[in-house]
Nanobody
Framework: QVQLVESGGGLVQPGGSLRLSCAAS????????MGWYRQAPGNTRELVAT???????NYANSVKGRFTISRDNAKNTGYLQMNSLKPEDTAVYYC??????????????WGQGTPVTVSS
């Protein structure tokens, strides 16, 4: 059973920083693209950042220059470093990953979400 477990969310003041982690557990062959999405109250889920297994990244315009996505393939863990946080970054942040099973089938997985609140 493959699972994605996020951690690192919380309450932070405007201008502060947080680092989210996403650990993939279970037995699988490899992780392709890992990404972070967020959903604020009343809004649809939106892409924040993605990173391929080769290291190519993609960011939403609203977070470029402030957020950095990274991954440690040896640990099957992805990260989202969030700096210069703004109140509009407040949302539940979800990890997403394309994972290849031992049978070489690829599936898309979501984590349970971790809340981030930016407020003074």
């Amino acid at each position: 059973q493959v699972q994605l477990v996020e951690s690192g969310g919380g309450l932070v003041q405007p201008g502060g920083s947080l680092r989210l982690s996403c650990a993939a557990s279970g037995t699988f062959f490899s992780i392709k693209t890992m990404g972070w999405y967020r959903q604020a109250p009343g809004n649809t889920r939106e892409l924040v950042a993605t990173m391929t297994s080769g290291g190519s990244t993609n960011y939403a315009n609203s977070v470029k220059g402030r957020f950095t996505i990274s991954r440690d393939n040896a640990k099957n863990t992805g990260y989202l470093q969030m700096n210069s946080l703004k109140p509009e970054d407040t949302a539940v942040y979800y990890c997403n990953a394309d994972i290849v099973t031992l049978g070489l089938y690829q599936y898309n997985y979501w984590g349970q979400g971790t809340p981030v609140t930016v407020s003074s």
